[in-house]
C-alpha cells in the first residue's frame, strides 16, 4: 500500500466551542506543538495563522471551515520504557505520529451550516469550555447538533488559569446541561493563579508544561494536597470505565488491577460509541494541557475506521448503498466547502469516504450528473501548502480546477456512482440592499457577490428590478454583515448598506387571466405587442417526476412554470422568449409590496402581433404588465419565513416564556423534559424574534437558551400584511 499513514493513524476532528471559550487559542497551540507553526500569534494580536480571512482576526471569531493537516506524536510515546506510561508500549507503534485533519467549526449561531457541514464530514470533536463560565447557552446549542450528527467527542476546560476559575463548577454545569455521561480524566494543578499543571487521573500522573510557549511536557509526582481528591476520582473514572466492560468489571470486583492499557482501550470504545465523555483540562493561553488533549485526540477519538460505513443513494436505482473507509474501495468523496484562494483560486475541500483520487485525472460529480478535470490536490497546513500526487480514504483535502461542483455535491467513480446524504440548508431568510459607491464599484461588485455566493450556498444575491439596487439575503445579520465586510475588504468594493430585513416573498392563491396590448405610435416605427395570460397557483411536481422530460412547450424551475399555448401562430416563436423574460420581469417586481412572487404557473393563451411594429421589446412589456395585472386578481398574499424555535429554560420561567411566544404570533408545538429543564418548541414568524435574544436573558436572569431555525414561508395575517405594504410605501 502507498499511502503514508495507514487509516487508523488518521483523525479527523473539529474543535467545537461557543465564542471567547478559547477555541483559537487552542488551535494556535495545537499548529504551534504539532510543529507546524513555529511563529504563534495570540488573538488579541491579531496574527492567528488559522484565521486568515483579514476580518475574523479583527472580530476574533472563526467563520470559515478550512481544513488543516498537522501531526501528532503522543507525549507518552517519547516516555522512558519503564515509565508508567508506556505500561501499554502503546507509544512505540505510534512513534511516527498521528495525522491530525483539523476541520474549523464556527461558534456563533448565525453561521450554523458552516457547522453542520463541518460536524458532517469530520469523525470527533473537542469541545472547549471557558473554565470560568462553564456551559454557556451556545455551548449548549453546538453540543446538541454535534449530538444530532453523533460526532464522539472529548471536553476541554480551558481558562484555569483566570480569576474566578473553577473546574468542579465547569464540570458540574457539562453534568447538568450537556450529559451524565461526562467524567473527569483530569483535574486542574491549581487554580487561578495558582494553574501550574494538570493531573492525570487515569495514570495518575502529574505535568508541568516548560520551555518556550509549554512545549516541553515535564511529568511530575501529585503534589500532597492534591492527593486525596486525585485518588478519590481515579476511582470514580476507573470505575465508570470498568461498567463499560463485562470482563474488566468482574476482574475490578475481583480486587485486580485493571491496567492503564485495559483502560484506555476501553474508554476509547466508549468515547467512540458516545457511551463515555472524557473531560481535560488546563489553559490554552497559559500553555497547559494542550499536548495532553492531543494524546486524548490519539487515543479516544476514532479513525475513519472506526466509524460507520458512509451511506448514500444510487442514483440510477435509488437504493441505500454503502462504501466502506477503504483505499480499495471505489472512489465516494463529500465537496464540504469551497474557498477562493488569493493565489491558486478556486479551492474545493472535500473528505474522502472511500477509495483514492489522482491529481490530473477525472472525477464524476454524481449529483450534477457531470465529469470534472482534477487539477492539483492540495493538503492544506498551518502556514503552507502541500501538493500531493494522490489522496486515500478517510483523508481531508482541497481540489484546484474544478468548475462545477459546489458544495455538498458527491465526488466518486463514474462506474459506480453514489450520492452522498446532502447537507441539508436553510433558506435565506433575512435581506438588505446594497448600492454601490461608484461606476467601477458597480463591476467589482458584482464579481466579489458572484464568489462569494459561489462559496456560500446560503447566501443569495438577486437585484430590485424598479429601484436596479442590488438585494443579498442570508441567514441572519451577522451572515449578511461578515459577507459584505469580505467584499470590502477582500474585494475593495465601496458601497451603502441598507438596514436587514425580513425576505419576504409573494404568491397567488387562485387562477386569474389577463390581456395587454403594449401600443406605441408616434411618428418613424411604432411598438406592438399583445399577450392574454393565464396565471394560477404552481402544483408540485409528481414524485420521481423527470423534469427533463416535460412536454416542450413547458420551462419548468423550483417555483416557477411557464407554458407556452400559442396556436397557429398569432404570436410568432422568435417573440415567445421575450413574453416569458417579462413574464419573470413582472414576477420579481412583486405585486403587493414589491417582494418576488413564487409557486406560479403562467400560460401564455393568445394574443396578435403587427408586421412591421413589433418587437421582442414590445412583448416583453406586454408580457410583464399581463403578468402583473393577472396576478393582482389572483388573491395575492405576503409569505413571510417562520422559523423553528426550541427554547431551553428552568420550569420556573416556563408559562412566562410560553406567554411571551404566542405574543410574537407563535404557536405552542410541544413540551418536554430535559434533565430538570424544560424545552419549548413553537413555530414564531422571524419579523417577531428580532431582539429576543435579550429578551429571553432578562427574562429568566440569563439561564434560557434558544435556538431558531428556518421551517416554512407561511401567509401572513391580513393586517401585518398591511404593515408591511405601508412599510414599503
Ligand atoms: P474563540 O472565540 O473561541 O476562538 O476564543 P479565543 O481563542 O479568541 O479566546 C477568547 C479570549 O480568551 C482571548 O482574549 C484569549 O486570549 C482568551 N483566552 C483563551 N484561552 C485562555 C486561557 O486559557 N486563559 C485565559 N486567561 N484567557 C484565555
Not at 500569534?41 to 472580530?59: L, P, S
Not at 485533519?101 to 451550516?113: E, Q
Not at 463529500?334 to 490530473?360: H, I, M, N, W
Not at 427574562?699 to 431555525?709: D, L, Y
Amino acid at each position: 500500500m502507498d499511502r503514508d499513514y495507514p487509516l487508523d493513524r488518521v483523525r479527523n476532528i473539529g474543535i467545537i466551542a461557543h465564542i471567547d471559550a478559547g477555541k483559537t487559542t487552542v488551535s494556535e497551540r495545537i499548529l504551534y506543538y504539532t510543529g507546524v507553526s513555529h511563529k504563534i500569534g495570540e488573538v488579541h494580536e491579531g496574527e492567528a495563522t488559522m484565521d486568515w480571512m483579514e476580518q475574523e482576526r479583527e472580530r476574533g471569531i472563526t467563520i470559515t471551515a478550512a481544513a488543516t493537516t498537522a501531526f501528532w506524536v503522543p507525549t507518552y510515546a517519547h516516555a522512558d520504557k519503564d515509565s508508567p506510561l508506556n505500561s501499554d508500549s502503546q507509544g512505540e507503534s505510534l512513534g511516527s505520529g498521528v495525522r491530525i485533519n483539523i476541520i474549523d467549526t464556527p461558534g456563533h449561531v448565525d453561521f450554523t451550516v458552516e457547522v453542520e457541514r463541518s460536524l458532517k464530514v469530520l469523525d470527533g470533536g473537542v469541545v472547549v469550555f471557558d473554565g470560568v463560565a462553564g456551559v454557556e447557552p451556545q455551548s449548549e446549542t453546538v453540543w446538541r447538533q454535534a449530538d444530532k450528527y453523533q460526532v464522539p467527542r472529548i471536553c476541554f476546560v480551558n481558562k484555569m488559569d483566570r480569576l474566578g476559575a473553577s473546574f468542579e463548577f465547569c464540570y458540574k454545569t457539562i453534568l447538568e446541561r450537556l450529559t451524565k455521561k461526562a467524567v473527569r480524566l483530569q483535574i486542574p494543578m491549581g487554580e487561578e493563579s495558582a494553574h501550574v499543571g494538570v493531573i492525570d487521573l487515569l495514570t495518575m500522573t502529574g505535568y508541568h508544561f516548560e520551555g518556550e510557549l509549554g512545549k516541553e511536557v515535564k511529568l511530575v509526582p501529585i503534589p500532597e494536597e492534591f492527593k486525596v481528591v486525585a485518588e478519590k476520582y481515579h476511582h470514580e473514572l476507573v470505575e465508570k470505565i470498568v461498567g463499560e466492560d463485562d470482563a474488566a468489571m468482574n476482574e475490578y470486583l475481583e480486587g485486580k488491577i485493571v491496567s492503564v492499557a485495559q483502560l484506555k482501550a476501553i474508554l476509547r470504545r466508549a468515547t467512540i460509541s458516545g457511551s463515555i465523555i472524557p473531560v481535560f483540562c488546563g489553559s490554552a493561553l497559559r500553555n497547559k494541557g494542550v499536548q495532553l488533549v492531543l494524546d486524548g485526540v490519539v487515543d479516544y477519538l476514532p479513525s475513519p475506521l472506526d466509524i460507520p460505513p458512509v451511506a448514500g443513494i444510487d442514483p440510477t436505482t435509488g437504493e441505500t448503498i454503502t462504501r466502506p473507509p477503504s483505499d480499495e474501495a471505489s472512489f465516494a468523496a463529500l465537496a464540504f466547502k469551497l474557498q477562493t484562494d488569493p493565489y491558486v483560486g478556486q479551492l474545493t475541500y472535500f473528505r474522502v469516504y472511500s477509495g483514492t483520487l489522482e491529481a490530473g485525472s477525472y472525477v464524476y460529480n454524481a449529483t450534477k450528473n457531470e465529469r470534472e478535470r482534477v487539477g492539483r490536490i492540495l493538503r492544506m497546513h498551518a502556514n503552507q501548502r502541500e501538493e500531493v500526487k494522490k489522496v486515500y480514504a478517510g483523508e481531508i483535502a482541497a481540489l484546484v480546477g474544478l468548475k462545477n461542483t459546489t458544495t455538498s455535491d458527491t465526488l466518486c467513480d463514474e462506474k459506480q456512482p453514489i450520492i452522498l446524504e446532502r447537507i441539508h440548508f436553510p433558506e435565506p431568510v433575512v435581506s438588505l440592499r446594497i448600492e454601490p459607491k461608484t461606476k467601477a464599484d458597480q463591476e467589482k461588485m458584482g464579481l466579489a457577490l458572484k464568489k462569494l455566493s459561489d462559496e456560500d450556498p446560503t447566501f443569495r444575491i438577486k437585484s430590485d428590478p424598479e429601484t436596479a439596487e442590488t438585494i443579498i439575503s442570508g441567514m441572519g445579520e451577522l451572515h449578511l454583515e461578515i459577507i459584505v465586510d469580505r467584499m470590502k475588504r477582500e474585494f475593495g468594493v465601496g458601497a451603502n448598506v441598507g438596514q436587514p430585513q425580513v425576505a419576504y416573498r409573494e404568491t397567488i392563491t387562485k387562477e386569474a387571466e389577463a390581456e395587454h396590448k403594449y401600443i406605441k405610435q408616434s411618428g418613424g416605427k411604432g411598438q406592438y405587442g399583445h399577450v392574454k395570460l393565464r396565471v394560477k397557483p404552481l402544483e408540485p411536481l409528481a414524485e420521481g417526476a423527470d423534469k427533463k422530460k416535460l412536454p416542450k412547450n413547458v420551462t419548468r424551475e423550483a417555483d416557477f412554470e411557464f407554458i407556452n399555448s400559442i396556436k397557429g401562430g398569432v404570436i410568432p416563436q422568435e417573440y415567445i422568449p421575450a413574453v416569458e423574460k417579462g413574464v419573470r420581469e413582472g414576477l420579481d417586481r412583486g405585486i403587493l409590496a414589491g417582494y418576488q412572487v413564487v409557486n406560479v404557473s403562467c400560460e401564455l393563451v393568445h394574443g396578435s402581433y403587427h408586421e412591421v411594429d413589433s418587437s421582442e421589446l414590445a412583448f416583453k412589456l406586454a408580457g410583464s404588465m399581463a403578468l402583473q395585472d393577472a396576478a393582482k386578481h389572483a388573491g395575492p398574499v405576503i409569505l413571510e419565513p417562520v422559523m423553528k424555535v426550541e427554547v431551553v429554560v428552568p420550569e420556573k420561567w416556563m408559562g412566562d416564556i410560553t406567554g411571551n411566544l404566542s405574543g410574537r404570533r407563535g404557536q405552542i408545538e410541544n413540551m418536554e423534559d430535559r434533565g430538570h429543564l424544560k424545552v419549548v418548541r413553537a413555530k414564531v414568524p422571524l419579523a417577531e424574534m428580532f431582539g429576543y435574544v435579550t429578551q429571553l436573558r432578562s427574562m429568566t436572569e440569563g439561564r434560557g437558551t434558544f435556538t431558531m431555525e428556518f421551517d416554512s414561508y407561511l401567509a401572513v395575517p391580513q393586517t401585518v400584511a398591511q404593515k408591511i405594504i405601508e412599510a414599503r410605501q
